[in-house]
């Protein structure tokens, strides 16, 4: 048979290093990056052990994989905790925005019906002083 050598991330493979790599990745319960990095030293694959298990006849559904699901509960609960964490801040700023908004409006309208008011005082002043008719109510006066 002959040999095939195929350069990758800085290292030469044959045919057989290729089958071994499968094998371990097929027998074992780990990932395609794990396999790699094992025998590159590279994190990332890109894909290049699928295409190797393509080239040489090996299905490409694995079975055997790691779960994505961590069972262990401890660690579950401390990402729920620090989710939790994360979460309260926004939701307690959404929250103050929301009243800093409701804040500014009623504040708006508080100005408008000042002004309403200072408005009024004054038409009923120069209607008084126009028509010479006395339109205030004037207090502690006797029926």
């Not at 579950?76 to 801040?89: G, H, N, S, T, Y």
Request: hydrophobic fraction near 30%; proline fraction near 2%.
């Amino acid at each position: 048979m002959e040999k095939k050598i195929i350069q990758k991330a800085g290292k030469f493979f044959t045919e057989e290093d290729k089958h071994q790599m499968i094998q371990e990745l097929l027998s074992r319960q780990c990932t395609k990056s794990e396999i790699w990095e094992k025998y590159t030293g590279k994190k990332h694959e890109h894909g290049q052990v699928i295409r190797w298990m393509r080239q040489l006849g090996y299905s490409t559904e694995i079975k055997t994989r790691k779960s994505n699901i961590v069972s262990n509960s401890y660690l579950m609960a401390q990402r729920k905790q620090k989710a939790d964490k994360d979460l309260k801040p926004s939701d307690e700023s959404f929250e103050n925005l929301q009243l800093k908004k409701r804040i500014a409006e009623l504040e708006k309208q508080l100005k408008d019906a000042e002004l309403k008011a200072i408005a009024f005082s004054t038409m009923v002043d120069i209607a008084e002083q126009e028509f010479k008719i006395p339109i205030k109510k004037k207090f502690n006066t006797k029926p």
